[in-house]
């Protein structure tokens, strides 16, 4: 097991900010480097305790999605090394786990598809029969799959806080207020991208079920981000169809009812939840089983799915 990185320190670029797992620095005007940690957040709390390789399982798996998309969709790549933006000295902090990518304008929800009832939506449709308002059949059971997959779009909130879930019409007016200035100078709407995200979260989510379910993965559920560019054409950012943005449940072991194993940090939610913590910070620590554990998951889900080895 290789050493984890807590948090970066590059001291050659300019750092503008560290998010719950990324840390992000300038690189010129127009692209950003963006470093994986080791950091691991649940319950939109950032543990104490890194995760060994977690942010090498993340930028690799993520830049296998990006090129497995692309044909859907523009992305925030740029083929740039980050080795070549930073000091020789601190390649070692960059190697395997960051991404020169394009300076884009985010949309301020996050883009989630649920293709299974788990987790939170479960909780709604047991007191509503409804998942963010959308309707479903009743009857359905823990982990069951859904008619369709459903988007059911969240807002992004600052560490510490819960992301909020929202309406398609909230979203779409959040994305207005939010990207007003941003698009004075195409011809899009918020509201307009903010339909031009669902139509391709559905659809890069159709895309990456479909390929995992031969790789012997249940895609339950995912979040994307996307951003715009400065003549309004929306790229999928950040990250893709990760153990961190999804819910991944080994194909063979699948049944509805119960809550299934899986590739992902349902492991570390499932831990915090028999603790005595109200989920907000500080977050307690994790034992060293479960962080070896919580290793091991990601892991093994980049290499299923990418049917590469981690590069280290």
């Known amino acids: 097991m290789t050493h984890a990185l807590y948090e970066s320190s590059i001291k050659s670029l300019p750092l503008l900010g560290r998010g719950k797992v990324r840390d992000i620095y300038a690189v010129g005007s127009d692209k950003l480097l963006i470093v994986a940690s080791d950091r691991l957040s649940a319950f939109d709390v950032v543990l104490p305790d890194p995760i060994p390789d977690k942010g090498r399982v993340l930028t690799q798996l993520a830049d296998f999605w990006f090129e497995r998309f692309s044909t859907i969709l523009p992305n925030q790549l740029t083929g740039v090394d980050p080795a070549s933006v930073v000091a020789v000295d601190e390649r070692d902090q960059v190697r395997g786990r ?38 479903l059949p009743a009857g359905l059971e823990l982990a069951a799959k859904l008619p369709e997959p459903i988007f059911t ?42 339909e031009e995200s669902r139509k391709a979260a559905l659809a890069l989510y159709a895309a990456g079920a479909e390929y995992a379910l031969t790789r012997g993965i249940i895609v339950a559920d995912t979040k994307f981000e996307f951003g715009v560019d400065d003549v309004g054409v929306l790229h999928l950012i950040d990250e893709a169809l990760t153990p961190d943005s999804s819910r991944f449940w080994p194909s063979d072991a699948y049944r509805t009812g119960v809550n299934p194993p899986s590739f992902d940090k349902q492991y570390v939610r499932d831990f915090l939840e028999t603790r005595n913590w109200d989920k907000t910070p500080p977050a307690p620590a994790l034992p060293a089983e479960v962080i070896l554990k919580t290793s091991e998951k990601y892991k093994e889900a980049y290499t299923r799915l990418s049917g590469r080895t981690l590069a280290v």
């Open 98 to 135: 960051a991404l020169v990518v394009k300076r884009l304008v985010p949309l301020p929800i996050e883009a989630v598809v649920r293709g299974y009832l788990i987790g939170s939506g479960w909780k709604d449709y047991q007191e509503t029969g409804a998942v963010c308002g959308i309707s």
């Open 153 to 194: 779009p969240a807002t992004k909130e600052a560490i510490g806080n819960h992301d909020v879930n929202v309406s398609f019409d909230e979203a779409q007016r959040h994305c207005e207020s939010a990207l007003a200035g941003a698009l004075r100078n195409t011809q899009k709407t918020g509201a307009r991208l903010a």
